[in-house]
């Protein structure tokens, strides 16, 4: 098996893994969202429900960016790339991997570095006093993931590999 093949798999796996600890936080907003509901109408909101929302949104949203990658879920507008040779569009496409996997890997490493300074500094929400920092790495992992999805998108480019199954 070809190193490209296990990458391949390896992001594969992890996306899979990745997307169901997202929907394990898509399943905690609307039961947070719904007991919300239900103590309004009792006069006793849930504390800090506007700040889970948030970083269990911020979560969710970057766990599942490598998998919606893979499934080519992202809106994409190539009308006019279509009309383009197969070797031309192979080639933009392999451009377009790597200049997106530079870029989303400068977003992990910041998002990253971030993280760590939460970390060190032992920030804590304003609500519930919760520390903050695994949110932030967690989502900083959601991006680096990305970045593994683009760089077996763009090797694929280069390599000249047809998908596989997906």
């Known amino acids: 098996m070809s190193f490209y093949r296990v990458l391949e798999k390896v992001s594969e796996v992890l996306n899979r893994v990745l997307l169901g600890v997202a929907g394990f936080f898509v399943a905690a907003m609307i039961v947070l969202t ?3 509901i239900c103590f309004r109408i ?13 970083y269990f949104g911020a979560v969710a949203t970057a766990l599942a960016l490598g998998f919606t ?24 496409a392999g451009i377009n991997g790597l200049v997106c996997m530079a870029f989303f890997g ?9 993280a760590i300074t939460l970390f060190r500094t032992g920030e804590v929400t304003e609500t519930l006093r919760i520390v903050y920092y695994p949110f932030t790495f967690a989502v900083a992992l959601g991006f680096g993931v990305l970045c593994l999805v683009l760089l077996t998108d763009f090797l694929r480019a280069i390599l000249a590999v047809e998908a596989g199954p997906r």
Request: hydrophobic fraction near 50%.
């Open 69 to 92: 990658q893979i499934k080519r879920g992202h809106i994409a507008v190539d009308i006019v790339v279509q009309r383009f040779p197969k070797r031309l569009r192979t080639l933009l």
């Open 106 to 114: 400068v977003v992990t490493w910041q998002i990253a570095e971030y």
């Open 42 to 54: 009792l006069w006793v909101p849930v504390s800090g429900t506007f700040e889970l929302m948030g």
């Open 34 to 36: 719904c007991a919300n």
